[in-house]
Nanobody, 123 residues
Framework: QVQLVESGGGLVQAGDSLRLSCAAS????????MGWFRQAPGKDHEFVAA????????YYADSVKGRFTISRDTTKNTVYLQMNSLKPEDTAVYYC????????????????WGQGTQVTVSS
């Protein structure tokens, strides 16, 4: 089992930045591809970003490319999502995901999910 705990969400204004963190525990962190998803009210679960086990490969949704950056720190068993130039349409609950295959994480079929952290961007 892998436990994932997100933090860093909050209420910000359009154009501001936030950094989300996801702390993992329970299994060897470096064995898992990691990712972020989000879900806005009334909308489907949406892929945001993913990072491979080695951090050599990163994947982003078109809607966040150039604004969001995913990274991981193996020494802290933590994955981050740096979100810059936030827009009201970025408002959602953001979920952290972990999978034995990064491809599965990108596809939304990760093995483990966190409880989510709310991000609200006001205009």
């Amino acid at each position: 089992q892998v436990q994932l705990v997100e933090s860093g969400g909050g209420l910000v204004q359009a154009g501001d930045s936030l950094r989300l963190s996801c702390a993992a525990s329970g299994r060897t962190f470096s064995n898992y591809g990691m990712g972020w998803f989000r879900q806005a009210p009334g909308k489907d679960h949406e892929f945001v970003a993913a990072i491979s086990m080695t951090a050599l490969s990163k994947y982003y949704a078109d809607s966040v490319k150039g604004r969001f950056t995913i990274s991981r720190d193996t020494t802290k068993n933590t994955v981050y999502l740096q979100m810059n130039s936030l827009k009201p349409e970025d408002t959602a609950v953001y979920y952290c995901a972990a999978g034995s295959s990064t491809r599965n994480v990108v596809a939304g079929t990760a093995d483990y999910w966190g409880q989510g952290t709310q991000v609200t961007v006001s205009s």
